[in-house]
């Protein structure tokens, strides 16, 4: 499930990484807005506060160059669940939702894991340099560096 990927972004920059429990596998809209909740609540979510996180899937991503399990690379100042919980509404909704639907089916769970840091900027903007290095593209989720 663990892609080598995203175990090395947080390797390969000294952080410790942790995974949250549950992963996103809905069938419907209002599945997946009860999953994300679930998610983001947990213990570890909650408590997570200035972290750099990963959202990956099961099965890898055709990319530019190469494939990657890798969706989304992301960071927060606040706590994991903070950041997230007030978004559930809105992810599983709409084309957020179709977005999510066509991983699910094409590439299997998505999985959330993260390292807290001093600088979760500098660490956003590192895994993103190293993933457009390897990749020739950002994740599919996310929109800039």
């Given amino acids: 499930m663990e892609t080598t990927e995203v175990k090395n972004l ?20 209002n599945e997946f807005v009860e999953q994300f909740r679930k998610i983001f609540s947990q ?10 996180y990963i959202w990956y899937t099961e ?20 706590g994991l669940s903070q ?5 559930a ?13 066509c991983i699910i089916k094409n590439f299997g769970p998505i999985r959330v894991s993260y390292a807290e840091c001093d600088n979760p900027l ?11 290095k390897c990749h020739l593209e950002l994740p599919p989720l996310n929109s800039k560096i």
Avoid: M
């Fill in 10 to 29: 947080f390797s390969q920059s000294d952080l410790k990484q942790i995974d949250l429990t549950g992963c996103f596998d809905a069938i419907t809209p």
């Fill in 122 to 132: 500098q660490y956003e903007k590192s895994f993103l340099v190293k993933y457009f």
């Fill in 89 to 101: 509404q809105v992810e599983g909704r709409d084309l957020n939702w179709k977005r999510y639907e």
């Fill in 43 to 52: 213990d570890l979510a909650q408590s997570a506060v200035k972290v750099v």
């Fill in 83 to 87: 950041r997230h919980t007030k978004y």
């Fill in 59 to 78: 099965k890898p991503i055709p990319r530019l160059s190469g494939q990657s399990n890798i969706i989304y690379i992301g960071k927060t100042d606040q």
